[in-house]
């Protein structure tokens, strides 16, 4: 929730504001390319500050980060002002790719405004790594959120659209809102790869429901299902963030498994599953 609206207010302004002074610095505009928010996922499970020290190239020679997240619509979320303490001379390999590791540390002094202030940037350019001089002047504040931005709420069953990583933020955390909705009730459910667009459905019935059964993606990447089990083994256990959660049909929690499963069997023969996506039977 917005407290007040400031569309006349650079945050760089705010920023100077609490006493704090800047000139040389980088803006990072964190955005992701695919269709899942990695950079809020990891803002959300506080580890943006390591996802950020990772980059595949020396994008930060200046003395400060001030780090921005694309929420859409030329809008982006305020994730902190961090001081840039090096970066190592070799090159770091990780998943196969090699990285330059920088060291860093959060500016105190902005709590007010990390995770809080959404920010109006029209950027219509590809480039990620801007000179702070450059453009802050284009940074307006949007909104002033009461609390830092998180998952949330529970929005309502034909609402959930959850990637991998924001499911296990979800389940680890233990968020009330969530477990209590999804604990409550059987249900089918649809995984999408998002890399090749196949679907997996599946069905939850009896004890916790839909929150027990997605428990067990959450620690596994696969559920112990056969075909995505062979997803994970030939690529690897990181290749469950491709995968997508939604349901498709609530059931009581109450009614028969062979009641659930034959919705369950419906469900796969109308997307044609078997066929094409990656239900084995």
């Given at each position: 929730?917005?407290?007040?609206?400031?569309?006349?207010?650079?945050?760089?302004?705010?920023?100077?504001?609490?006493?704090?002074?800047?000139?040389?610095?980088?803006?990072?505009?964190?955005?992701?390319?695919?269709?899942?928010?990695?950079?809020?996922?990891?803002?959300?499970?506080?580890?943006?500050?390591?996802?950020?020290?990772?980059?595949?190239?020396?994008?930060?020679?200046?003395?400060?980060?001030?780090?921005?997240?694309?929420?859409?619509?030329?809008?982006?979320?305020?994730?902190?002002?961090?001081?840039?303490?090096?970066?190592?001379?070799?090159q770091i390999k990780k998943n196969g790719i090699f990285f330059y590791k920088y060291n860093t540390e959060l500016t105190n002094?902005?709590?007010?405004?990390?995770?809080?202030?959404?920010?109006?940037?029209?950027?219509?350019?590809?480039?990620?790594?801007?000179?702070?001089?450059?453009?802050?002047?284009?940074?307006?504040?949007?909104?002033?959120?009461?609390?830092?931005?998180?998952?949330?709420?529970?929005?309502?069953?034909?609402?959930?659209?959850?990637?991998?990583?924001?499911?296990?933020?979800?389940?680890?955390?233990?968020n009330s809102s969530w477990k209590g909705a999804l604990s409550n009730v059987s249900g089918i459910y649809i995984i999408t790869d998002t890399k090749t667009g196949k679907h997996y459905i599946g069905s939850?019935?009896?004890?916790?429901?839909?929150?027990?059964?997605?428990?067990?993606?959450?620690?596994?990447?696969?559920?112990?299902?056969?075909?995505?089990?062979?997803?994970?083994?030939?690529?690897?256990?990181?290749?469950?963030?491709?995968?997508?959660?939604?349901?498709?049909?609530?059931?009581?929690?109450?009614?028969?498994?062979?009641?659930?499963?034959?919705?369950?069997?419906?469900?796969?023969?109308?997307?044609?599953?078997?066929?094409?996506?990656?239900?084995?039977?």
């Open positions: 929730m917005a407290i007040n609206t400031h569309n006349n207010i650079k945050l760089i302004d705010l920023i100077k504001s609490t006493g704090i002074e800047i000139s040389d610095y980088k803006i990072h505009c964190a955005i992701d390319t695919s269709k899942n928010n990695l950079p809020l996922e990891k803002f959300f499970a506080g580890e943006f500050q390591q996802y950020q020290e990772h980059q595949t190239k020396k994008n930060f020679n200046k003395p400060y980060i001030l780090s921005l997240i694309y929420l859409g619509a030329n809008k982006w979320l305020f994730s902190g002002l961090w001081k840039c303490l090096g970066v190592s001379k070799k002094g902005l709590e007010h405004l990390t995770g809080r202030a959404i920010i109006s940037f029209e950027k219509n350019f590809r480039a990620s790594y801007l000179i702070g001089s450059k453009y802050e002047d284009q940074l307006y504040l949007s909104e002033l959120r009461e609390e830092v931005m998180s998952v949330g709420d529970f929005p309502g069953y034909n609402s959930i659209c959850l990637s991998f990583n924001i499911l296990k933020l979800i389940i680890n955390q233990q939850a019935y009896g004890g916790e429901g839909l929150w027990q059964r997605w428990s067990v993606y959450s620690r596994t990447g696969h559920g112990n299902n056969k075909e995505l089990k062979k997803l994970l083994n030939t690529n690897s256990k990181e290749y469950a963030e491709n995968f997508q959660f939604s349901i498709l049909e609530i059931c009581d929690l109450n009614d028969s498994k062979e009641n659930v499963i034959e919705k369950e069997s419906h469900w796969k023969e109308v997307l044609k599953t078997r066929d094409f996506g990656l239900n084995e039977n």
